[in-house]
């Protein structure tokens, strides 16, 4: 099986599809969603009522991903890795990575002046996540040449999941955003119709999902791809 290298790309604004390839794979990805409860306590009884507020958005969380510059000609030549640390500068690719936590200024939402950082993804091999953006980024230098030059980095990156929604369609009603979401992973030989029919009841609800996820080719979904899951209009 061939080496599947995993990187960062960014999917808008002025440095829309720029690209962070990580030297090594990452030996662990954890997701987490939590969940709003509002617990309402009674006089008369011994555990309060629980009501469900609404669900926070999806994080997830890659740690001690490699950028590695020791060996460029063997990994670039040999194993065909690509990015700036193969070529003998990670400092390029993590001054790249933290360029994608900087407000764009051209991401200003219509007539007003409220910009944002742009929204990556994580790709590795057949997975791509959800449109997310930079929540936390972490860099240790671990390793100098006699000159000071950096020659390995352990990064960290957290993500949080962009509701990419608010910039692009507008809201029926002032309570849409509220709305609970779900996250369903793509299983082995599922199609986004099938899976429109488990979660809808009828399989036409593919384009809604398409639509939710920004898809291009609605089958070209893809075991262990993420979709959001948004209740009809």
């Known amino acids: 099986m061939a080496f599947e290298q995993c990187y960062i790309k960014c999917v808008e604004g002025t440095k829309d599809g720029k690209i962070v390839y990580f030297t090594f794979n990452p030996e662990k990805v954890s997701f987490s969603k939590s969940l709003k409860w509002t617990p309402t306590t009674k006089p008369t009884k011994d555990n309060p009522d629980v009501d ?26 040999s194993l065909g890795r690509k990015g700036d640390a193969v070529g003998g500068n990670i400092v390029a690719d993590v001054e790249l990575l933290m360029s994608f936590t900087k407000v764009d200024d051209t991401l200003a939402k219509k007539g007003n002046k409220v910009t944002r950082p742009a929204m990556v993804q994580f790709w590795w091999g057949q997975y791509k996540s959800f449109k997310a953006y930079l929540q936390k980024v972490s860099v240790d230098y671990v390793l100098f040449d006699e000159t000071g030059k950096p020659l390995r980095a352990e990064v960290g990156v957290d993500f949080i999941e962009a509701d990419d929604e608010v910039y692009d369609l507008p809201y029926q009603n002032p309570t849409s955003r509220s709305l609970a979401r779900k996250v369903r992973t793509v299983m082995e030989g599922e199609t986004l119709d099938w899976i429109a029919y488990q979660e809808y009841g009828t399989a036409a609800a593919w384009r809604h999902i398409a639509e939710t996820n920004n898809l291009d080719d609605p089958s070209d979904v893809r075991p262990g791809q993420l979709l959001r899951l948004v209740p009809l209009n």
């Open 52 to 77: 469900f507020s609404g669900g926070n958005s999806f994080t997830f969380s890659i740690q001690k991903i490699t950028l590695d510059a020791t060996m460029p000609a063997l990994l670039k030549d």
